[in-house]
């Protein structure tokens, strides 16, 4: 088990100013981090651009080290032991840089393979099985330059395995890919943790992505822990309230003054936005009823009216929000 | 101790071949390793033709010997400057994010480094090489070689161009500006090591810039060896010197290599100076 | 040729510079020429303890080893400037993704490359010139000056140089290399266009090769006129082989930079 308790990193930058004078600044990436990564789980690191996830997946994989805070791999001190570390881990970036264009699929693994000083024998076995798992056993040889998109990163896929690690750190692996092939590298994700037991740590700018892969989400804003959970304790955490969609015809201002004075006539604590002609009714309560009887009572003909279903995307939206809010309040 | 040798060669000859299916798959790599140093130093020599040789007090040159003083300097140089132009190919390998994979492995740093000087030094190198071999054997007449002397000399001379490409690829590897060291190490070197024009006759000035170059020291020996029959007794001094570099070499590499892994950890990048 | 458009791709060319000047690459361009005159001097007064050879005396047709070489060396840094700027002008358009907007366009090459060709001699013209001093300070003594006699061999070899940087481009574009072709070229020229040496020292072979490159004439045009040693009628008729060199690089070029601009556009991807 992976388990980081209040992990921080500091970076001290020289600034130029002009070309004689520098000063330096302390930009402080990463707060305050606590997380676990257990085998066979994936988690899910979610946040903003800037919000310190490729600073913590760095310090996870022991290419930088933390300023303060622990990091145990496996109960073995992994800020204190790197090469102990490196051994069990690999990671897979999306994009198509990182591999070597000119040289073959089973070239570019063969590399990568002696860089973890893997026995020949088994690297040829595992090489092999590896291009069979991400479907491209025919095209072992072919120079990558050829390959498409979607193969590269299967690629990557296959180069982030060679050493057969515990624990894989994705970042960002579906960038700029399309659809289909982003539905196929999810079951992929899927089956390396669930078949073959990978703690797998998973960052993703598509929120989707996370909500549909995830069994643990951790969400991190300005180099803190925000909140952590499974999608449904995330969700829940924001919305503890209700949102509908109203909409009736000839809808105005005025009835929506209307239907707002009638719900707080009935003690209903409301909060109505209008967008075009619908409004959006946000609300501690179940308002199906009270909205449709506000209908019949007005003599208004229902366009639409249903319970907006939260979505973890809009829960990340409207957390980094609130906390914008906040801190604007604050200053 | 034997399992980490081990390891150790595995990854040197990993990235060796590396290198060489990414870089010299590619033929018209040979017109630069090959043609563009032929006629350097074809230049050089006829840019002769317009003196005395006589006026020389080099005692050991004649107009026989010229072309072999001047070809033994552009084959030595094209050892020394296949490493240049490969080091800063291999500093491309930050911007492809390559290295970021390489430093997340297990991998000894130097192994990879050496690999990588091993493949440039070699197969940069092996068409001057013949080329330069051949005409030696034409002009095999105009040759003074002590034999003893030129195998202990190759030998240094060998060791002293990998550990130059090992100590270019760290270099180029952590440094900021990749173009800069490019401009100043690629002609400079072609006038202060004494390539076509011998160090001792240098001003003053111009001596100590040739210190600089650690191919200056061994091209002066190997010219010894070759055409004035000097034995190793008569090159110790060159020759220690030369095997005070190659440990000088050594160490900076080990050391920045330590210093770059302990920086990078701190600040997250590998860009030392 | 089009006015309009040559006076475009000057002030196109001239806001590229301003906002990215290649400062590296032109202090690289003005280091070559300094090391290469170094060399010429360190040879010169140290190697050869400043003794020339007949034949040199003989074909140079002065005894001014520094001016010699220098002048040809500065001529080399002018060409390797000129040359290799405006054959990339469009292989930079290919790889920059210009190239099909600029081919939709109606007009003229002509216009195109001699507006290019002079925003570039403009600028090499004060990069020489820093070169220039540099010289001087290692013994560049202009000994014989003829203004009549310069202002032809600048046309000239603006001329020539022009047929050569079209066929160089065409090399490039349909390779679509820059950096071997280039070289390569540069390579051939130091050796055999009698840039730091007379060209008569090489094998006949070699000789004939760079009689077909209009940088040798323009390369000895220039020194007679600055240092003497032609006489009139010796410097009309390199002269004029320059200029018949030179219109058999353009006449041959513009039509064929056209065919690879074609083949270029049909070979991109996407």
């Known amino acids: 088990m992976i388990e980081v308790q209040n992990l921080q990193k500091i970076y001290n930058v020289k600034r130029r100013q002009s070309f004689f004078k520098s000063y330096k600044e302390s930009i402080e990436a990463v707060k305050d981090i606590s997380m676990k990564i257990e085998a066979g789980q994936i988690v899910g690191l979610l946040g903003i651009n800037g919000a310190g996830k490729t600073t913590t997946i760095k310090m996870l994989t022991t290419l930088i080290e933390p300023t303060s805070g622990t990091y145990s791999f496996d109960g073995i001190n992994a800020i204190e032991n790197p090469s102990f570390v490196k051994n069990k881990i690999n990671m897979i970036a999306g994009g198509e840089r990182m591999i070597y264009w000119r040289l073959t699929a089973y070239e570019n693994l063969w590399y990568y393979g002696q860089l973890y000083g893997i026995d020949n024998n088994t690297l040829k076995n595992r090489i092999e099985s590896l291009l069979q798992m991400v479907g491209l056993e025919d095209k072992a040889n072919l120079p990558v330059e050829t390959f498409s998109k979607g193969m590269k990163q299967r690629l990557q896929i296959a180069r982030g395995m060679i050493n057969d690690p515990k624990y894989i750190f994705l970042d960002e692996p579906t960038i700029g890919l399309d659809a289909v092939v982003t539905k196929e590298l999810h079951d992929e994700i899927r089956k390396l943790s669930k078949v073959r037991e990978k703690g797998i740590l998973l960052t993703s700018h598509y929120l989707a992505e996370v909500e549909e892969l995830c069994d643990y989400i951790y969400l991190v804003n300005k180099g803190e822990l925000v909140v952590e959970g499974t999608k449904k304790d995330l969700t829940e955490y924001v919305y503890n309230r209700k949102q509908y969609c109203f909409s009736v015809q000839g809808m105005d201002e005025n009835i929506i003054m209307r239907l707002h004075n009638y719900l707080i006539s009935l003690d209903i604590d409301v909060e109505i936005v209008q967008q075009d002609d619908r409004a959006i009714i946000t609300s501690k309560f179940e308002l199906s009823s009270a909205l449709a009887q506000f209908a019949i009572k007005e003599n208004l003909i229902i366009k639409e009216l249903y319970e907006i279903e939260p979505s973890l995307e809009q829960a990340v939206i409207k957390l980094s929000q609130q906390i914008c809010r906040e801190a604007e309040s604050i200053a | 101790?034997?399992?980490?040798?081990?390891?150790?060669?595995?990854?040197?000859?990993?990235?060796?071949?590396?290198?060489?299916?990414?870089?010299?798959?590619?033929?018209?790599?040979?017109?630069?390793?090959?043609?563009?140093?032929v006629f350097s130093f074809l230049s050089a020599y006829y840019s002769y033709s317009a003196f005395d040789i006589r006026g020389t007090f080099i005692s050991y040159l004649s107009d026989d010997n010229i072309l072999l003083f001047l070809l033994i300097g552009y084959m030595a140089m094209s050892f020394f400057r296949s490493v240049v132009q490969s080091a800063w190919r291999f500093s491309m390998e930050r911007q492809a994010g390559t290295l970021e994979y390489i430093y997340l492995s297990p991998a000894n740093r130097m192994a990879v480094l050496l690999g990588n000087a091993l493949s440039s030094v070699f197969e940069s190198s092996v068409v001057m090489l013949i080329f330069g071999i051949m005409i030696m054997y034409y002009q095999r007449n105009a040759l003074n070689i002590d034999v003893l002397g030129l195998i202990s000399v190759m030998i240094i001379f060998v060791v002293m161009a990998l550990l130059w490409g090992v100590f270019l690829n760290a270099c180029f590897l952590y440094s900021r500006d990749t173009d800069f060291l490019f401009t100043v190490l690629e002609e400079p070197m072609e006038i202060f090591a004494g390539v076509k024009i011998p160090v001792v006759i240098f001003p003053y000035w111009a001596r100590v810039i040739s210190l600089i170059f650690p191919l200056t020291y061994i091209l002066e020996a190997l010219r010894e060896v070759c055409l004035n029959h000097a034995d190793i007794a008569s090159v110790r001094i060159i020759l220690i010197i030369s095997i005070a570099i190659i440990i000088v070499l050594l160490t900076v590499t080990l050391v920045t290599i330590r210093v770059v892994e302990k920086h990078m950890r701190k600040s997250g990048n590998v860009i030392l100076f | 040729m089009n006015f309009k458009v040559f006076c475009a791709t000057i002030k196109k060319g001239i806001q590229i510079r301003i906002r990215a000047y290649p400062v590296s690459f032109m202090v690289g361009c003005i280091l070559t020429s300094f090391y290469t005159i170094l060399g010429s001097y360190l040879m010169y007064h140290y190697f050869f303890l400043g003794q020339l050879s007949e034949s040199f005396e003989l074909n140079a047709r002065t005894t001014d080893y520094m001016s010699y070489a220098i002048v040809g060396s500065l001529m080399y840094q002018f060409i390797v400037r000129t040359c290799l700027n405006v054959s990339r002008t469009l292989i930079t358009e290919l790889r920059e993704g210009t190239l099909e907007s600029l081919m939709l366009a109606p007009f003229k090459r002509t216009s195109y490359f001699l507006g290019n060709m002079t925003m570039?001699?403009?600028?090499?013209?004060?990069?020489?010139?820093?070169?220039?001093?540099?010289?001087?300070?290692?013994?560049?003594?202009?000994?014989?000056?003829?203004?009549?006699?310069?202002?032809?061999?600048?046309?000239?070899?603006?001329?020539?140089?022009?047929?050569?940087?079209?066929?160089?481009?065409?090399?490039?574009?349909?390779?679509?290399?820059?950096?071997?072709?280039?070289?390569?070229?540069?390579?051939?020229?130091?050796?055999?266009?009698?840039?730091?040496?007379?060209?008569?020292?090489?094998?006949?072979?070699?000789?004939?090769?760079?009689?077909?490159?209009?940088?040798?004439?323009?390369?000895?045009?220039?020194?007679?006129?600055?240092?003497?040693?032609?006489?009139?009628?010796?410097?009309?008729?390199?002269?004029?082989?320059?200029?018949?060199?030179?219109?058999?690089y353009i006449v041959a070029g513009m039509p064929l930079m056209k065919h690879v601009e074609h083949i270029a556009l049909e070979q991109m991807e996407g």
């Open chain 2, 1 to 37: 101790m034997n399992n980490s040798m081990r390891l150790f060669s595995k990854v040197v000859w990993a990235e060796a071949c590396k290198q060489h299916r990414n870089y010299f798959n590619n033929r018209a790599i040979y017109i630069s390793l090959f043609v563009w140093p």
């Open chain 3, 120 to 248: 570039q001699t403009v600028l090499t013209i004060g990069e020489t010139a820093v070169a220039a001093v540099i010289g001087i300070a290692f013994g560049f003594r202009i000994s014989d000056f003829n203004l009549y006699h310069f202002i032809v061999a600048i046309s000239l070899s603006l001329y020539g140089f022009f047929g050569l940087s079209l066929m160089l481009g065409c090399v490039m574009l349909y390779t679509r290399d820059t950096y071997i072709s280039q070289n390569t070229l540069f390579a051939i020229i130091f050796l055999v266009c009698g840039i730091t040496f007379p060209k008569e020292a090489l094998p006949y072979c070699l000789q004939l090769f760079g009689n077909v490159i209009p940088v040798t004439d323009a390369v000895t045009l220039m020194r007679a006129s600055l240092l003497g040693g032609l006489t009139d009628s010796e410097f009309l008729y390199l002269g004029l082989q320059e200029f018949i060199l030179g219109t058999i």
